[in-house]
Nanobody
């Protein structure tokens, strides 16, 4: 069974950058579609970005397009979310996820534990 462990969250100033990592074990990450989601207390979880197994489908939420980049390193069996030009409204708990179907659609079968990202001066 695939397990995902997140790291890299923290506090960053507006305009700064941060990269989240999500290390996989129990499976090969390149066999899955991967995605990043975020949630603010009191609000619905929203999709941030995802990429299919073959890389043919890459999606970004309009709010992060041009600032965030999703990627995976097959050698390290790890996925990343590079976040640049961060804004206060990016503050949230970020979750990595993987889909067995290999496409950027539900269901998302495996989830990381969440990483807090706080953007504040």
């Amino acid at each position: 069974q695939l397990q995902l462990v997140e790291s890299g969250g923290g506090l960053v100033q507006p305009g700064g950058s941060l990269t989240l990592s999500c290390a996989a074990s129990g499976g090969t990450l390149d066999n899955y579609a991967i995605g990043w989601f975020r949630q603010v207390p009191g609000k619905e979880r929203e999709g941030v970005s995802c990429i299919s197994t073959n890389g043919g489908a890459i999606k970004y939420a309009d709010s992060v397009k041009g600032r965030f980049t999703i990627s995976r390193d097959n050698a390290k069996n790890t996925m990343y979310l590079q976040m640049n030009s961060l804004k206060s409204e990016d503050t949230a708990v970020y979750y990595c996820a993987a889909a067995s179907g290999g496409l950027c659609v539900s269901p998302w079968n495996y989830w990381g534990q969440g990483a807090q990202v706080t953007v504040s001066s």
